[in-house]
T-cell receptor, first 112, second 110 residues
Framework: EAQVTQNPRYLITVTGKKLTVTCSQNMNHEYMSWYRQDPGLGLRQIYYSMNVEVTDKGDVPEGYKVSRKEKRNFPLILESPSPNQTSLYFC???????????FGPGTRLTVL | GIQVEQSPPDLILQEGANSTLRCNFSDSVNNLQWFHQNPWGQLINLFYIPSGTKQNGRLSATTVATERYSLLYISSSQTTDSGVYFCAVGFMNRDDKIIFGKGTRLHILP
């Protein structure tokens, strides 16, 4: 079954404690992205990757890091989380630039 | 600058009614999708439609790229249609970013 998985689905943490949210896809897609969703602001792209070892900033990259060492995985790293990073995070994949995106189930992060 | 605007922001309808949701965009596009976010937060693909018209059951969508808008039609609404509808756009001659509109919140009353 084609799917995008994210872990964890829910996380409560404290300011400054490094964390990683994993994203994995089994569709052999080239493109992967991370978004955050906040009330009244819709979804905003954090980072995206066009292929292994190729990443670029989205509209809200501050405070986040990503890596793409394997095609199927695209982890989102928060080196020093802050309360303003409390949000709902989505990972998404697409085959190429002119293809539809498929979203993971979301990760709800709370930073105290 | 680059913009994606959705209207109306909120819509309340009785079950069985029809609705039209609009997405305006500020430049030429090479990627456009409509999504439904259900009350549990899941994002469900509705249409990939950078141009033309598509239909899937009670839902249909039209994108008029030359006039920079897309429409999502929902006919004979059901309570399960409630949620937020987003359009997401990739622009030509720009990087590979995808920009989401702020969504239309639809509430269908039984």
């Amino acid at each position: 079954e084609a799917q995008v998985t994210q872990n964890p689905r829910y996380l409560i943490t404290v300011t400054g404690k490094k964390l990683t949210v994993t994203c994995s896809q089994n569709m052999n897609h080239e493109y992967m992205s991370w978004y955050r969703q906040d009330p009244g602001l819709g979804l905003r792209q954090i980072y995206y990757s066009m292929n292994v070892e190729v990443t670029d900033k989205g509209d809200v990259p501050e405070g986040y890091k990503v890596s793409r060492k394997e095609k199927r995985n695209f982890p989102l790293i928060l080196e020093s989380p802050s309360p303003n990073q409390t949000s709902l995070y989505f990972c998404a994949t697409r085959k190429g630039r002119y293809n539809e995106q498929f979203f993971g189930p979301g990760t709800r992060l709370t930073v105290l | 600058g680059i913009q994606v605007e959705q209207s109306p922001p909120d819509l309340i309808l009785q079950e069985g009614a029809n609705s039209t949701l609009r997405c305006n965009f500020s430049d030429s596009v090479n990627n456009l999708q409509w999504f439904h976010q259900n009350p549990w937060g899941q994002l469900i693909n509705l249409f990939y439609i950078p141009s033309g018209t598509k239909q899937n059951g009670r839902l249909s969508a039209t994108t008029v790229a030359t006039e920079r808008y897309s429409l999502l039609y929902i006919s004979s609404s059901q309570t399960t249609d409630s949620g937020v509808y987003f359009c997401a756009v990739g622009f030509m001659n720009r990087d590979d970013k995808i920009i989401f509109g702020k969504g239309t919140r639809l509430h269908i009353l039984p």
